[in-house]
């Protein structure tokens, strides 16, 4: 095998697919690159088993072949190489020594190994697609990827739950706590079962995807595609069945509020500094028009208060505790002038919208116990 590169272009796909070398596996052929050539083309693969990442970018091309490649050792060589003289960079692998040439005196060689030896990536020929925008893909995933869980007994609830029917693609998130929620309008989108999408794998196909791209999204029963055509990011699904969200929503509410969502942020801002350490409880009294805003560290021995004008629409004074923590996130990702809390009880679910229109999106938060403010 042997090619020239361009220096940018190299680094660029060597840091795409170093996302998906695990950092410690005793399986030694999981610590490199897969590195393969075809014409001009040369594609640039990394996988830890679950999560694989290819990279496709174009060379000028000499001899076809494949080497397996130390991926650390090839990165850390590529990316030392900050001198603004030296724009190309040529392979030359023969009997797995690979030897790296960047000028006239500078070279460097590393000894590789079969490429047959290195996994292949599953295939999924005869999977359901969707085509989607990578900027509607990550309106998506911003407004869910926050309420995954990291519970590792609970696997289901550590990925992103993605359906799509009804000319609707939505995806959902929670932790138990914390609920996201996101839809986008296309018409004919279908697929047969929604699928659980690691947390990982959708933070990389976003990482790498351009804003104007349109991203192919793949799915069989086991795995999902991600493919901007010139990087594919490949993953295992979590197996299902995703946990019956739309039980836990309510639909009617005893009251709600109203508030500028900007200054609501701040009031927050201005009392959780007094929370607990560990909970970041707030506690939230509704008055009339008034909600004050309250934090109390038994521990330490600290409060502070706060209040802000709102519209409120229930009967009588209300109190009700959220981590703070949580509530001040949910707000930050509202983007809109105006935010609204739908609310029945002290310990039932509160909904959280943004004011507006064709929005698409919404929050659940589960309240804390307020037994010990």
Same mark, same amino acid.
């Given at each position: 095998?042997?090619? !020239?590169?361009?220096?940018?272009? $190299?680094? +660029? ?9 695990? /950092? ?12 393969? $050539? ?6 640039? *693969?990394? !996988?830890?088993? +679950?999560?694989?990442i290819r990279v496709k970018v174009e060379v000028q091309g000499e ?31 023969? +009997? ?15 000894i590789g190994f079969d490429a047959n030896d290195f996994p292949p ?28 869980? !990291?519970?590792? !007994? ?25 609920? @996201? ?33 349109? &991203? ?30 739309? *039980? ?7 009251? %709600?509020?109203?508030? /500028? ?9 201005? &009392?959780?500094?007094?929370?607990n350490a560990r909970t970041r409880k707030i506690r939230l009294q ?6 004050? $805003?309250?934090? %109390? ?50 310990? @039932? ?25």
């Amino acid at each position: 095998m042997k090619f !020239t590169i361009q220096k940018n272009v $190299l680094q +660029d796909a060597l840091q795409a697919a170093i996302s998906a070398v695990p /950092n410690k596996s005793t399986i030694q052929i999981l610590n490199n690159f897969s590195l393969r $050539l075809e014409g001009n083309f040369l594609e640039v *693969s990394a !996988t830890d088993l +679950d999560l694989g990442i290819r990279v496709k970018v174009e060379v000028q091309g000499e001899r076809d072949g494949a080497v397996v490649i130390n991926a650390r050792k090839l990165f850390d060589q590529v990316k030392s190489l900050v001198d603004p003289s030296i724009t190309n960079i040529t392979f030359d692998a023969q +009997d797995y020594l690979v030897k790296i040439q960047w000028s006239e005196r500078g070279k460097a060689s590393i000894i590789g190994f079969d490429a047959n030896d290195f996994p292949p990536f599953p295939e999924i020929e005869n999977g359901e697609t969707l085509n989607i925008a990578a900027s509607e893909l990550a309106f998506l995933a911003e407004k869910t990827l926050f309420a995954t869980s !990291t519970d590792s !007994t609970r696997l289901s609830l550590n990925g992103v739950f993605l359906e799509a029917k009804d000319g609707k693609i939505s995806m959902v998130a929670t932790d138990g706590h914390r609920l @996201g929620r996101a839809a986008i309008d296309q018409e004919g989108a279908e697929l047969s079962n929604g699928v659980i999408i690691p947390h990982k794998a959708l933070q990389y196909i976003l990482h790498m995807a351009k804003g104007d791209s349109t &991203v192919e999204v793949r799915t069989s029963a086991t795995h999902i595609l991600f493919n901007t055509g010139s990087i594919q990011v490949i993953s295992k699904l979590y197996e299902g069945p995703y946990p019956s969200y739309r *039980s836990v929503i309510p639909t009617q509410f005893e009251r %709600t509020a109203q508030a /500028n969502t900007t200054e609501f942020q701040n009031k927050i801002r201005s &009392v959780i500094s007094m929370a607990n350490a560990r909970t970041r409880k707030i506690r939230l009294q509704f008055d009339g028009n008034i909600l004050e $805003l309250s934090a %109390t560290d038994p521990d330490v021995g600290g409060d502070s208060r706060e209040a802000l004008a709102i519209t409120h629409n229930g009967e009588g004074s209300f109190c009700i505790g959220f981590n703070g923590q949580f509530l001040a996130e949910i707000l930050g990702m509202c983007k809109s002038e105006e935010v609204i809390m739908k609310m029945n009880n002290p310990l @039932g679910a509160c909904i959280i919208e943004p004011v507006g229109e064709n929005m698409n999106f919404s929050f659940l938060l589960m309240p804390t116990h307020l037994t010990d403010n």
